[in-house]
Nanobody, 126 residues
């Protein structure tokens, strides 16, 4: 069974930076997108960033555009999320996801993804 393993969550001050990593436990045969999602208590899980494993195309939510960068190590199917500068509203549980999506139009839609990690928590203090 495929598991996605995230790491890198921590507590930082506003203005600081973090780098999240996500690596599958085994090879995923049918895969064209990997992404990062964020969830806070009482709210739905929202797409933050996504990347195509075919052409490295990237997609960001408006809330993180210009501050976060998603990247991919294709040889290992490992995806990274560089976050800076961080804001208190970036606090939450960050989940890695992977799947075969029908188009880039749904790159930040959580229902399109098949595989998920357990999450890594990010706290940004003001």
């Amino acid at each position: 069974q495929v598991r996605l393993v995230e790491s890198g969550g921590d507590t930082v001050q506003a203005g600081g930076s973090l780098r999240l990593s996500c690596e599958p436990s085994t090879y995923i045969a049918r895969l064209n997108y990997m992404g990062w999602f964020r969830q806070v208590p009482g709210k739905e899980r929202e797409g933050v960033a996504s990347i195509s494993t075919i052409d490295d195309g990237t997609y960001y939510s408006d809330s993180v555009k210009g501050r976060f960068t998603i990247s991919l190590d294709n040889a290992r199917n490992t995806v990274y999320l560089q976050m800076n500068p961080l804001k208190p509203e970036d606090t939450g549980m960050y989940y890695c996801a992977a799947g075969w999506l029908r188009s880039a139009d749904v790159a930040l839609d959580r229902v399109e993804y098949t595989y998920w990690g357990q999450g890594t928590h990010v706290t940004v203090s003001s």
